[in-house]
């Protein structure tokens, strides 16, 4: 890995000129999602992770870290999301790399405190759309920073993605609304949805902590069957990017002690949908785990 960074470091140089297009490297499926909202067909961009891959776990390849190395400006989340990403990030920046960790941007008296990150908060902001809609604006200004020449598109794009996420956080209460507050309770494969639960009422329960890391224990699944039969749960959640094992066993603890418990639907955590689906966008994202949240529970 030292040889491949130190020769794509090498060859760093050479590039950034050949084409007039900005050419953006991005992380997760959501920031790719993002950035080629705002930029639009003025850059080029390449997203590292793809549907169903897991940012906590995600190793870059010699590819990844060419990649990384021969862009003009690199985003990726930060807050110790993409942890096994860290090293190579710290090379990028002793390199004087134009990289940008987005959810640095975010006030942190605002962000959920946690134990399993060396950050020590919870990464998954994205699930709190005013968070996004700064994340947005930082990003547009980074761009601005790096291709002046399409300040004003940048704007402009940012400006309308903005109003569709205002709309979007419209339309998700009114859906919400139409579940009784005592059944807004999710149970998730992991911690991911403590943004969402603190913005739209909903007591939030992972399996596993906030990282796909750690593994569920025998006594934690036993935990939370009791807490699912005492509160009388009605459905638990699968993730995309998390092995339904854990939610399958946890459902089965339930049943071993003569409740039921249904398996609302896979919901999309770490990663959007197939590029080219509904899903595949953040705003699509949103709307399928809220419509597959608010029915299974129903």
């Known amino acids: 890995m030292v040889a491949v960074i130190f020769f794509a470091s090498c060859k760093s140089d050479e590039k950034k000129d050949g084409s007039s297009k900005l050419k953006v490297v991005t992380t997760t499926t959501m920031l790719t ?3 080629e ?3 639009g067909d003025s850059i080029q961009v390449q997203g590292l992770m793809g549907s169903g891959v897991d940012p906590h776990l ?17 985003f990726y989340m930060g807050l110790h999301l993409e942890g096994k990403l860290v090293e190579v990030f710290e090379k990028m920046e002793k390199g004087n790399a134009n990289t940008v960790a987005v959810g640095e941007v975010l006030p942190k008296d605002e ?6 990150f060396a950050s020590n908060y919870d990464p998954h902001v994205w699930f709190n759309i005013g968070f996004w809609k700064q994340i947005a604006t930082h990003t547009m200004e980074e761009l601005q920073k790096a291709d002046p020449s399409n300040a004003s598109f940048f704007e402009e794009n940012t400006q309308k993605y903005i109003a569709e996420l205002e709309a979007l956080e419209l339309q998700l209460k009114e859906t919400i609304e139409t579940l009784p507050k005592e059944q807004r309770i999710l149970v998730t494969a992991h911690d991911a949805f403590n943004y969402f639960g603190a913005a739209f009422g909903f007591e939030v329960v992972g399996l596993q902590g ?9 006594q934690d699944v036993q935990e939370l069957a009791k807490f699912i039969i005492s509160r009388e749960v009605k459905a638990i959640f699968v993730e995309s990017s998390v092995p339904k094992r854990t939610i399958e066993a946890l459902q089965a603890s339930v049943k071993s002690k003569g409740h039921e418990v249904t398996i609302g639907g896979t919901l ?9 689906t509904v899903e595949g966008t953040y705003i699509g994202m949103f ?11 129903r």
């Open 37 to 39: 909202r705002i930029g």
């Open 111 to 116: 962000l959920i405190g946690s134990e399993y």
């Open 33 to 35: 999602d993002l950035v």
């Open 58 to 74: 995600y190793k870059a390849s010699e590819g990844d870290v060419s990649k990384l190395f021969n862009a003009d400006i690199v």
């Open 210 to 218: 906030l990282s796909t890391a750690t593994e569920a224990g025998v």
């Open 268 to 276: 999309y955590s770490d990663a959007l949908g197939n590029k080219g």
């Open 287 to 297: 709307q399928y785990n809220v419509e597959t949240i608010v029915n299974a529970l």
